[in-house]
């Protein structure tokens, strides 16, 4: 069972800004522990996104950007295009009784 | 380019041991900055990490699985391989091989990714 929550979906027309929530708690994104952004498309695997709360790796358009306050974290895609639809997930640090652990996930509907 | 690849029985009858192992190129699993780990994800569903292992052996393992998992590292072969005991349906997933970065003594986030193996659990 995933510590860290996510809206089921989250949709947008092309060009619009969209954002998804990962809410967890004191012991996970409070503790101070980052948050990590995944995209995955249906029948591949997942694809590093955001690491480390804002930080984007090579190659990752700057339309995608993180952030984190308190016990949550957001992901925000700007300027919405047809192929950003995927599932994306968040990740973080559950503490050693849970070690690492992933948000339940968020399909991304380009309407 | 690192890459990573998984390798196993696609079907396995339960209460049978999953086994799959993960071929690492392009890069040395030998290396101080990164862990290697397993995560699956059920069909349809999200995803869970299930253990990483450094190249000298050490491992972390997720709580819900740790008495049926074992990790092992074989740094000759530049592999490392998942053992998961007494298999049931719910068992059935697409089982993904990752690099898992190191950041001090914190393990952070997967950078890098195999393509991952669908192995059913069914008599």
């Known amino acids: 069972q995933s510590v860290l929550t996510q809206p089921p979906s989250v949709s947008g027309a092309p060009g619009q800004r969209v954002t998804i929530s990962c809410t967890g708690s004191s012991s996970n994104i409070g503790a101070g522990y980052g948050v990590h952004w995944y995209q995955q498309f249906p029948g591949t695997a997942p694809k590093l996104l955001i690491f480390a709360n804002n930080n984007r790796p090579a190659g990752v358009p700057d339309r995608f950007s993180g952030s984190k306050s308190g016990t949550s974290a957001s992901l925000a895609i700007s300027g919405l295009q047809a192929d950003d639809e995927a599932d994306y997930y968040c990740?973080?640090?559950?503490?050693?009784?849970?070690?690492?652990?992933f948000g339940t996930g968020t399909k991304v509907i380009v309407l | 380019q690192l890459q990573l690849q998984e390798s196993g029985p696609g079907l396995v009858k339960p209460p049978e041991t999953l086994s799959l192992t993960c071929s690492v190129s392009g890069g040395s699993i030998r290396t101080g900055s990164y862990y290697w780990a397993w995560i699956r994800q059920p069909p349809g569903k999200g995803l869970e990490w299930i253990g990483s292992?450094?190249?000298?052996?050490?491992?972390y393992f997720n709580p819900s699985l740790k008495s049926r998992v074992t990790i092992s590292v074989d740094t000759s072969k530049n592999q490392f391989s998942l053992e998961l005991s007494s298999v049931t349906a719910a068992d059935t997933a697409v089982y993904y091989c990752?690099?898992?970065?190191?950041?001090?003594?914190?393990?952070?986030?997967?950078?890098?990714w195999g393509q991952g193996t669908l192995v059913t659990v069914s008599s």
């Open positions: 292992i450094f190249y000298s052996e050490s491992t």
């Open positions: 990740q973080s640090y559950g503490s050693s009784l849970s070690g690492s652990v």
């Open positions: 990752a690099r898992h970065v190191l950041v001090g003594w914190d393990l952070v986030n997967f950078d890098s």
